[in-house]
């Protein structure tokens, strides 16, 4: 199987209605703290670190007649574990992710599009970097403990065309709001290879930097 990165791609709406320093003209500026796994759970579950990366977005609004720029940080860690599975010929690859991303809030109401995202929709933002991915489909799920929180994680599979060849995949995602962001970690793995007490290792090793 042909290597494939995992890259969760990060869309934030920053609705700015009220916001004074906004309508006098100032740039905006939020940022997230990084979210990574621990030495521990990544040597536990096998797993090597690719990249830790910050992500930063600038991002113009218009409010009152006038337009505004909003630069938003996010950072985003990547995972992966190289597998041998018999009979396939390839080696596919394991990957995990972590993602964190400011929230904000208006009158009480989260505007950041990640805290109203459902898995699913989690899921198929995070399944558009594969080739040919179809029938995502939920197909269970667990409780875990992330960030000191007892959060669902949904399970998912679906089917992945790499180099030719259609795969199907185990999908993993959790979510918690942790500080002042929201905190989302992915796993993905093919679905012959059963890695969902890895995934959960990984989960729960995950830190972030309130």
Known sequence: ??????????????????????????????????????????????????????????????????????????????????????????KPVASFATLSSPRFEIAGESVNPLARYSDRKLVEKFVQRYEGVKDVRKVGGRNATMLGKETSVSKFEATATVAGREVDVTIHVAKVEHGDDVVVAMGVYPSLVDMEDDVFRLIEGVQHES
């Open 1 to 90: 199987m042909r290597r494939k990165s995992l890259t969760v791609a990060v869309l934030v709406v920053v609705l700015t209605s009220g916001c004074v320093g906004f309508l006098l003209g100032d740039t905006l500026a939020f940022s997230a703290s990084k979210a990574t796994v621990s030495d521990a759970a990544l040597s536990d579950a096998g797993y090597e670190q690719k990249r830790v990366d910050k992500v930063v977005e600038n991002r113009t609004f218009e409010a009152g007649g006038q337009s505004r720029k909003v630069k938003v940080t996010n950072w985003v860690a990547e995972y992966e574990k190289g597998l041998s599975v018999e009979g396939t010929g390839q």
